[in-house]
């Protein structure tokens, strides 16, 4: 089993709808959660970054973490065309060792007009 | 402000032989870590490097090696390649927790 799973889609929604993605993980040491959009053939663009438990939000964008249930969530509002790519989930536990990040496989999005 | 730059974008190699990927970070940042992707996956840790030191290493074979210099630059070196080492290689650099990422080189072995 995988540290972090994740759903691989395709997920196809109608421009305008709310997206949900998610990750699991098994690994409790996990503190800092992100995700990535990663469009093809280029690299992964940093899109949100949270610490612990609890939600965050920016311009459409909201992350949430449940470290009880070791869940996290990205949520896109109004979702547009320029959406569509593959969506990454990454976390890391941090020591004084370093901060690898474990990423999920991706889910890929498509939104169409 | 530049951001993480990487060459060369895209080359070619033969089974066997040596290739060497170069990184320069965003400016400001003083770490570099390294991520293979194959095709469909999530990227892979390689290993990160702090004050010119290897400091954290993932589940890869010696021949997977690096170097970071004075300036926080960074290059991988892969010897006798395989074909399954094929891949989009990351580099991402950092200053604290934030990792910021190249647009990569993709690797293919032939």
């Known amino acids: 089993q995988k540290e972090v799973e994740q759903d691989p889609g395709p997920l196809s929604v109608p421009e305008g709808a709310i997206v949900s993605l998610n990750c699991t993980y098994s690994?409790?040491?996990?503190?800092?959660f992100m995700w990535y959009r990663q469009y093809s053939r280029k690299g992964p663009e940093l899109l949100m970054y949270?610490?612990?438990?609890g939600n965050k939000e920016d311009g459409r964008f909201t992350a949430q973490v449940d470290k009880s249930s070791k869940y996290i969530s990205l949520f896109i509002r109004d979702s547009q065309p320029s959406d569509s790519a593959t969506y990454l989930c990454?976390?890391?536990?941090?020591?004084?060792?370093?901060?690898?990040?474990?990423f999920g496989g991706g889910t890929r999005l498509m939104v169409k007009p | 402000d530049a951001g993480v730059t990487q060459s060369p974008t895209h080359l070619i190699k033969t089974r066997g032989q040596q290739v060497t990927l170069r990184c320069s970070p965003k400016?400001?940042?003083?770490?570099v870590s390294w991520y293979q992707q194959a095709l469909g996956q999530g990227p892979q840790f390689i290993f990160q490097?702090?004050?010119?030191?290897?400091?954290q290493r993932g589940n890869f074979p010696d021949r997977f090696s690096g170097h970071q210099f004075p300036n926080y630059s960074s290059e991988l070196n892969v010897n006798a390649l395989l074909l399954g080492d094929s891949a989009l290689y990351l580099c991402?650099?950092?200053?604290?927790?934030?990792?910021?990422f190249g647009p990569g080189t993709r690797l293919t072995v032939t």
């Open positions: 991402a650099s950092s200053l604290r927790g934030e990792q910021y």
């Open positions: 690994n409790s040491a996990f503190q800092y």
């Open positions: 949270t610490y612990s438990s």
């Open positions: 990454a976390m890391s536990a941090w020591t004084n060792a370093g901060n690898m990040l474990t």
């Open positions: 400016s400001g940042h003083d770490t």
């Open positions: 490097y702090y004050e010119e030191e290897e400091r």
